[in-house]
């Protein structure tokens, strides 16, 4: 876009009105404009009679003198330039549009400079020629399962409303369920090429863009349509010679493995055993990789794998110290918060179903919202909303969701137990060293101020407060003892 605007119109116009005898070079320095640009407003000033040359020596130094810019003559000179970059647009657009026609280049020429003769000669185009060679040639119907499928490519890219690209065709085809595909779900051969790897999809497009079957139309983002010869392969049903391996076959392969194995989650740790790494796992069996760490979770959960196998041991360690910092594997996403962020979520999971196993007093499930315990009979309801507020403050404070420092059933359980030491805080579940030491003296002294409200001294009580201590529940037996 060598147009000037208004202001560079304006800007060189004051400059040449300060300086008279001046270079491209000082313009372009004292505007910060492009040389083309500069030139060009320079060339509409001219026009417009409002600057002109005077002279002009050997060394390129210009001698100017100016008249006055009026704003309708600007106005008029920007209209002029707005002109002539549409203009050039226009000559832009069917430039490109000549270079991606399927039809006859020669009648786009002729009508281009108005000639409305015919365009038929002995040697027309290059489009026309394809076309005909691939209608009058020696070609034969479609009939292996390679050959459909060339033909399932040609007639999707033909059918699609609007344009995409090879690897996004692949996707579609493929049936991904990647946000970017998402509007494609609808189309009749989305997913027809599930039991297919994404590398032999992609390879077929590959092949098909090279025997000049689809081309690549665009700059920025180009987009697959079909060429003349595609266009007439299509319309015939024709066989194109192509090498990709069977859907069916594939299809059939990749179910008896998965019979053979035990399903789709026992095929993946047997491929672990075998020595293979999640990522090489998920290339074989076109899955993500976030999918076989799943499965690998899963069989670690269920001692099914061991987790040295999966996660290197320094992983492990940094791991397993920031799950005893939040006391906690039941959620990831403060174990996540806590790492540094380059730590994948999904050796994480690995490594918090391990600590899991191992303390069998937390679920092996995996995680959801904590849901309300309902009160026992022996639960200190009072204390239980007490120690809710204190969370709730607690949770304020450190900017964290409530339930980071203690689940509702670990509330439950405080309020039922009363414990009164260390040790026996530790014993309540949900409750590690880290949190004891963080937030048990609090509880602790939390829970003796309630003690004391509850039950204030028989010389100040009255008989009324005899019979509450005598309806209180007998106290738990203390653990560790």
Not at 169 to 191: C, D, F, H, I, P
Not at 377 to 396: G, I, M, N, S
């Amino acid at each position: 876009n060598d147009a000037p605007s208004t202001n560079d119109l304006r800007a060189i116009h004051t400059f040449l009105a300060r300086q008279p005898q001046t270079t491209f070079n000082e313009i372009t320095s004292a505007t910060g404009l492009r040389e083309i640009k500069a030139r060009v407003a320079v060339e509409q000033l001219e026009t417009a009679r409002v600057v002109w040359r005077t002279a002009n020596d050997e060394f390129g130094v210009m001698r100017i003198e100016t008249a006055p810019l009026p704003e309708n003559t600007l106005r008029d000179i920007a209209a002029q330039g707005a002109a002539r970059r549409q203009h050039k647009h226009a000559l832009l657009k069917k430039m490109v549009g000549y270079a991606e026609t399927n039809a006859c280049r020669r009648r786009t020429i002729l009508d281009y400079f108005g000639d409305r003769s015919p365009a038929q000669a002995a040697v027309c185009c290059d489009n026309d020629l394809a076309r005909a060679e691939a209608q009058h040639g020696e070609s034969r119907a479609a009939t292996s399962d390679s050959e459909r499928a060339a033909l399932v490519v040609l007639e999707t890219v033909a059918k699609l409303n609007w344009g995409i690209g090879k690897e996004k065709l692949a996707l579609l085809l493929k049936g991904s369920r990647a946000q970017e595909v998402k509007r494609y779900t609808r189309e009749a051969n989305y997913g027809k090429f599930a039991a297919w790897r994404i590398a032999n999809v992609q390879s077929l497009i590959v092949q098909l863009l090279e025997g000049d079957y689809l081309k690549q139309v665009g700059s920025e983002q180009p987009v697959l349509k079909l060429t003349p010869r595609g266009e007439a392969i299509l319309n015939a049903r024709a066989a194109v010679v192509v090498e990709v391996r069977s859907l069916q076959t594939g299809a059939i392969q990749k179910a008896q493995t998965e019979r053979d194995a035990g399903g789709t989650i026992a095929l993946t740790g047997q491929m672990l055993a075998q020595g293979l790494s999640p990522e090489k796992i998920a290339a074989e069996r076109s899955l993500t990789v976030s999918t076989i760490y799943s499965h690998l979770a899963r069989l670690i959960a269920e001692g099914r794998v061991n987790v040295n196998d999966v996660a290197p041991a320094r992983l492990q360690k940094q791991i397993r110290a920031t799950i005893e910092q939040v006391g906690s594997a039941q959620y990831l996403a403060p174990i996540k918060a806590a790492l540094p962020t380059d730590v994948d979520y999904n050796l994480i999971r690995c490594v918090a179903n391990a600590w899991l196993r191992e303390h069998s007093r937390e679920p092996l499930a995996p995680p959801s919202p904590p849901v309300p315990v309902a009160p026992s009979a022996t639960q200190d309801q009072a204390l239980f909303q007490k120690l809710k507020v204190w969370r709730l403050e607690k949770a304020r404070a450190e900017k964290i969701a409530p339930f980071m420092i203690f689940a509702d059933s670990t509330l439950h359980e405080i309020a039922t137990t009363l414990p009164h030491t260390i040790q026996e805080f530790l014993a309540v579940r949900g409750v590690g060293p880290v949190k004891a030491e963080k937030y048990g003296a609090a509880v602790l002294d939390l829970i003796a101020q309630h003690k004391t409200s509850a039950n204030p001294s028989p010389n100040s009580s009255g008989s009324e407060t005899s019979d509450r201590a005598t309806r209180r529940p007998p106290h738990p037996p203390q653990f560790g003892k």
